[in-house]
């Protein structure tokens, strides 16, 4: 079959390219034609920039940073182009797009209703795809509030899905609520299909992740936060690499890393801190002791991602006591938590499976 992907692949975040790519591949594997649907929008490329800028707001970017990310950006759109492509077409005029089999929507926020850019994109609830069937997989609301429940010209666009997964609970509630259909929940494609660290290559540029390090990822982080990271990585000698964004308590600043050089930054990590969900997915995926702390954005998704793995402790509140940031970054994750993902892999991988099947298809 020719399967078309549909996320926010060209957002400046780490977390959207590398959930686009590992789908892409973990569908190819299986003998698939794949390409990701490439849609184009100058207001959203102008939105993208903006954010990509100017990265800490309401912070502002000192002027010595800004080659960094221009540096950042540059290697994004690089990473992006070498991504299995459809012809380009404009997202709001979806007639341009070349016709698929099957168009798999997801994985990244693509029903966040209250997303900055993105929400109200009747495209990513299928309307206007050239494609025979339209399945989901790994799609979330985001942020969007669960009581506010879903427009019906919304639950309308979701009847038109053959088969839905989420990959929250927060997600899978909204939807059971709008049409009456349980979505499967399923692992974000950076846990279902992840790449080895040797593959994460083909990237130049000044490389922070030299020595002993913790990898810090996120920005906004509370004086709580820092401070038990801080004593942790001075006791155990370990330096702070902040990576994609300032963190002016970390030692150093490597803001101009590509998506490939993000992936190598957590893979040689002796652990990670974040306030990121896609901190704590890498993290989880390389089998890395990590503490999360949880920002108003990213909490349903966080705690859906927690409470999947079975990681809920690692998820910390600003009055933590310290020593449970010894005993989460100092020791090796619970033999339960890669258990509890090898299970979710088992069951993702019967969805898709199923979601894909189709009569004179294999």
């Known amino acids: 079959m020719k399967i078309g992907i549909l996320t926010f692949h060209r957002c400046i975040n780490y977390g959207s390219y590398w959930q686009a790519r590992c789908l892409a591949e973990g569908l190819r594997v299986t003998g698939h034609d ?26 502002a970017t000192p002027k010595a940073d800004r080659p960094c990310y221009r540096r950042k950006i540059r290697r994004f759109l690089h990473a992006i182009d070498s991504l299995p492509l459809s012809g380009r077409f404009q997202l709001d005029h979806p007639v341009e797009m070349e016709c698929v089999d099957v168009v798999v929507v997801g994985s990244d926020e693509v029903w966040n209703l209250f997303h900055p850019w993105y929400g109200g994109c009747a495209l990513f609830y299928g309307d206007g795809l050239r494609a025979q069937r339209l399945v989901s997989y790994a799609a979330s609301f985001g942020n969007y509030d669960a009581s506010c429940g879903l427009a019906q010209v919304w639950a309308e ?15 899978r509630a909204i939807v059971e609520n709008a049409i009456g259909v349980e979505p499967e929940l399923v692992l974000d494609p950076c846990l279902q299909f992840p790449l080895e660290a040797g593959e994460h290559d083909g990237e130049h540029g000044r490389d922070e992740s030299s020595g002993a390090y913790v990898a810090v990822y996120g920005h906004g982080f509370s004086a709580a936060f820092v401070a038990g990271v801080r004593r942790w990585a001075r006791r ?39 306030n990121f969900f896609h901190g704590c997915v890498f993290a989880l995926a390389h089998g890395k002791p990590f503490v999360c702390e949880g920002s108003w954005y990213r909490w349903n998704k966080l705690r859906g991602l927690m409470a999947k793995v079975g990681g809920e402790r690692h998820l910390l509140a600003e009055d933590t006591p310290a020593d449970v940031y010894e005993g989460l970054l ?21 969805y898709l499976e199923r979601a894909l099947a189709a009569p004179g298809f294999p």
């Not at 666009?157 to 997964?165: A, G, K, P, T």
């Not at 000698?237 to 992936?263: H, T």
Request: hydrophobic fraction near 40%; aromatic fraction near 6%.
């Open 34 to 59: 794949v390409v990701i649907l490439d849609h184009g929008s100058r207001r959203i490329d102008a939105a993208e920039w903006k954010c990509a800028f100017h990265p800490t707001l309401p912070s």
């Open 157 to 171: 666009r979701l009847r038109m899905f053959e088969r839905i997964s989420v990959r929250d609970a927060h997600s």
């Open 236 to 274: 155990k000698k370990l330096a702070l690499v902040s990576i994609g964004y300032r963190n002016d308590w970390a030692d150093r600043q490597w803001l101009d890393a590509g998506p490939l050089e993000f992936a190598r930054c957590i893979a040689g990590a002796e652990a990670v801190a974040t």
């Open 330 to 350: 100092g020791e090796p994750l619970d033999p339960d938590i890669p258990q509890r993902i090898e299970q979710l892999r088992r069951s993702s991988q019967r």
